[in-house]
């Protein structure tokens, strides 16, 4: 909320000393906490060292905006001021300006209190409702009801995460939907969809591919391709506005490399809650036994993450050659899929390629919406075995490391095995059959 309303006086840097700095004013004389995570390293820090940054972001507000600010953050500190104090040496504001000009638009005139909380948390409520009307009208009764136990149950992104946030779900939601138009065979619209979700996340990129992989094997054969071509102009016209709201969203185009560069920098920062494929290849003793945490500094994981840094500089090789063959069988698939679930394959393809946080796995509920290989509630029910040893891991141990690395592990099995080429090889007649040039329009359910 902080981050999106003052975005241009904040920016992707000034947040935490912001927020600091208002309470301090407003509160002069007390104690404050004694460190706080700097936002342009990365490195948690005295706050006293902050002072000068302070100054500066506080110079970048109009005394009304100031005011505004000092209000807004009042409402956080004496919510929850010793959770405020943790959040202040997390990661800060890291949404896309895509994200911060659509978020702009809900925060924006509206006062940091309790029914402002609760009336922006239900968007996401709302989203996830649309979502799965989508998956219900376009799959039918069973795949949805699969698709929503799968959510439902999910330990890594249960509602401790993100439950009652603000528009944290938006990109699942336009996913989710994006997928329903693609078997709708509403091209232009789904890729509209895939795009806004690219847009605010970055990472929902990758689930073009299995689309790309069928519209290149239908350009190399001669068929028609127009529906990519629907697909492709949808996404680009899509990216192209969110691209201009998001260089209006208060920092001009320059907010765009800032991003880039906030992304680079988180891209070097190992987290504990971070599930995917480089855990399998660099999680050992050392980092399952917790050896290398300090628990007397204010940053513990310092050790931890430069070992890190080290094993994936020597494994590298091992890491691009794993990801290169779950990228094979993702491509293998794809090949022998519809539109709709060549675009789901692209989950593998984000477990190779991008360690995210845990909270982001929400989006394995489009697993039971596949049709070709593995029955959909066989496929469901490992995911639904999966989750209950990690809710029983929960109970044996409060590592992050070890509850995230056993997810890595469980998923990278589930994905091999989801992925393995349950049918023969298509001949060229009903490769031809099944390409979504020669098939018939859906009619629309909506």
Known sequence: FLGAKYFAELGYEGLYVASMGAQMQATQGGSFQPFLRDLRSNQVVPTATLAEHGYEVRQRFTAER??????????????????LALIRTDHGYNPSPAWTAVAQRFAS??????????????????LLLLAFGFVW??????????????????YAWRWYWTGGAFLRQDWLAATVIGVCLLRRRRFALAGALLAYAAMVRVFPLVFLAGPLVQAGRDLLRRRPCQW??????GFVLAAGLLFAAGSASGRGAHAWAEFAANLQKHRRTWLTNNVGLENTLLYGPATYARKLVDWRQPEPWLAWQAHMDALARQRRAWILAAAALVALLVGRAALAAEPDEAAIFGLALVFALAPLTCYYWGMLLLVPLRRSGPPPWVAAAALLTLDLGLFATHFLTPAFEVRYGVMSWGLLLFLLWWLWPWRRPLTAASAAARSPAARPAAASRL
């Open 109 to 126: 005139g509206r006062r940091a209190g309790h029914r402002t909380a609760v009336l922006l948390g239900l968007i996401d409520l709302a």
């Open 137 to 154: 009208r376009t799959y039918g009764t069973d795949p949805a009801m699969l698709a929503l136990l799968v959510f439902a149950t999910g």
């Open 66 to 83: 100031w005011a505004d600010f000092r209000r807004d953050n009042a409402f956080f500190v004496r919510l929850d001021p010793g959770y």
């Open 228 to 233: 990519f071509a629907r697909l492709a102009a």
